[in-house]
């Protein structure tokens, strides 16, 4: 019975039931329908979003929205940088913006430390 439920989506516990027209995790207790949880999962997987939740795409201009530090650099990258022409990639740790930022050159940024221009 419980070998086609989708694992919980608040702490993805594998245990889920059905109880009534809803799903139930007997782990954390959250409770979800399952209609509605399957459209937002599958929109929230797909697109990137920035630190204010626009969506991204490769080619956008952004700007850095705090003061990151950078190794092997005295300065960093101060708040406010414009970074133009991103490519969205599937990175280590979280990075998923690859771009050149002037004066710094090639790197990978996380999507949520940058805002859309």
């Given at each position: 019975m419980s070998e086609n439920l989708?694992?919980?989506?608040?702490?993805?516990?594998?245990y889920t039931y059905e109880m009534g027209?809803?799903?139930v995790c007997?782990?954390?207790?959250?409770e979800w329908s399952p209609a509605a949880a399957e459209p937002a999962q599958s929109t929230a997987d797909t697109a990137i979003r920035d630190a204010v939740g626009n969506v991204l795409a490769d080619g956008d201009t952004v700007t850095v929205v705090?003061?990151?530090k950078v190794k092997g650099s005295p300065s960093g990258i101060k708040a406010g940088t414009k970074v133009r022409n991103i490519r969205l990639v599937d990175g280590v740790d979280g990075h998923d913006i690859d771009c050149k930022i002037d004066g710094f050159?090639?790197?990978q940024l996380k999507s949520s430390v940058v805002k859309k221009a």
């Open positions: 989708p694992p919980c989506p608040t702490c993805s516990g594998e027209a809803l799903l007997p782990e954390c207790g959250h705090k003061a990151l050159g090639p790197m």
